[in-house]
């Protein structure tokens, strides 16, 4: 396992983050990955290693691979070259400590919500299906048709289903792009209160540069294939001040680099 | 394949057209009641003036029946027994072609559905066949099977059997592949994936060819009965024709048309029951030319 512990990760205390239970999360580690589609190299000598219980942030243009790296660390698809590893271990396929979520909610319209929540069936699943719907604000939903509910609550039931088997590591593809800037805003501090509650080590794709800089404790921007930059963003949590004049600065930089 | 079948693909907004239309409640109840009562007054019109005019003789009552004598002919039959001996004669024929057709349809679909090898197989084999009408087959049929019961149920199964195995084929092969990949990361087996993923997605499908399945077999089953049987209603009716009782002819007629409204009553319970999850009921319809 490589630890790629900036000294500012070390350094600074995070007031916010104390209450923060021992981190349960999986670090996650590219090496040298490369992923090719016939001619067309998506990636290329990509490395990145992310410790146990962070927060990244991905940034990149449409098609710029973000999709299909997540792809590979879900185990969904395999690198032409170079290894993906978690917890220390090379990804061989799917992997239940972590979990992926789309950008479309893909619930299974023919199932209710807690049916969808607890799609693997685990043992005991329907009570916790329906403790996992009360953590992202649903209870008393699990027995609505998903097409009654909104895109935002549609969203909720695909985190719960994510989250209902305590995974170690949470992959979000964009999840938040189709909704309006206020569900938004509600989506942010939900999955920032259980990933403060849980720990798991989180990778969010966005093309919202405000909202990697509002959410994660580093953003690395992906482009033509390669890291473009890598920064970590010391900003103490909750984060609720949009203007803070560091946040506004991070952005800029950012979006620089995109 | 199922490019060419969804040519003759239609959608139908079923959840809106079925819906009873809204009564406005502010003009109070007589403006309600005429609403529910619009759409039987032609129909009652026409009974009204086609009874007059057979009374009178403007049509031969020979030919075209008086609606009386139509009702009268039922009370007969119905109290003599032979009316209900000849429905569920016919019934019976219908239900075991339609499990015997419907079943092999929908197994095949599926599979076919579900893996290639059994497409490439099997499935231009019988979009070829589907071409062939089945009625043409009855000369064929009669041969190999005589005109026994056989044969009848033989041509209800043929002709049922093409629309359930397109639509069950067209549903399984249309389900969301995101929902299916899904599905996967989550680590359902095979057997749960086809259980809780792929037959309840293909079911919308599956019952649109269920109603053009029934539609399908009465009309086998009316021409089957009348070129050889000695019960059902088919027989009746031709029976009936023999000895110039028209009013039995009409009969036989309008106990198909109930039949078959009854079966696509029943499928439309069915539907609501099982699709109660979708918005509308309603799904990508595939009629057989
Ligand atoms: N399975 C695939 N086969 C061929 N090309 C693909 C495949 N998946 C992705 N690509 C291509 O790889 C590039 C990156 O896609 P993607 O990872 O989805 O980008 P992003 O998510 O950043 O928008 C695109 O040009 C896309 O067309
Ligand atoms: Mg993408």
Redesign the interface.
Known sequence: MTLALTSSHIAKPHVAREPKPPVNGLPLSLSNVEKRFGALSVLQHFSLDVPAGRFLAVVGRSGGGKSTLMRLI?G?DKPSSGTVSIGGAAVDG?N?DV??L?Q?A?L?????VGENVG???GPRWQETARATLRDVGLEDREND???VLSGGQKQRVALA?ALVSQPRILLLDEPFGALDALTRIEMHRLLETLWTARGFTTVLITHDVAEAVALADRVVVLREGAVALDIDIDLERPRRELADPRAVDLQRRILEAV | MAEASLAGARTEASGASRRQPVSGRAPGQGAALRQRLAPWALPIAILILWEIASRSGLVTARLIPAPTSVAAAFWRLLLDGSLLYHTLASTQRAVIGLVIGGGIGFVLGVVNGLWRPAETFLDSTIQMVRNVPHLALIPLVILWFGIGETAKIFLVSVGVFFPIYMNTFYGVRTIDP??V????????NRR?MIL??IL??A?PSILVGLRYALGFMWLTLIVAETISATNGIGYMTMNAREFLQTDVVLLGIIVYALLGKVADLATRAIERRVL????AYQGQEMGTP
């Open positions: 879900a969904l799917l239940p979990r992926l789309f479309e893909r299974v319209p023919w199932q209710r799609i693997a069936r048709w998903p097409s289903r | 995101q929902v990949e899904m599905a996967e990361v989550y680590g359902l749960a809780r993923i309840p997605g079911l109660s999850w979708h918005p």
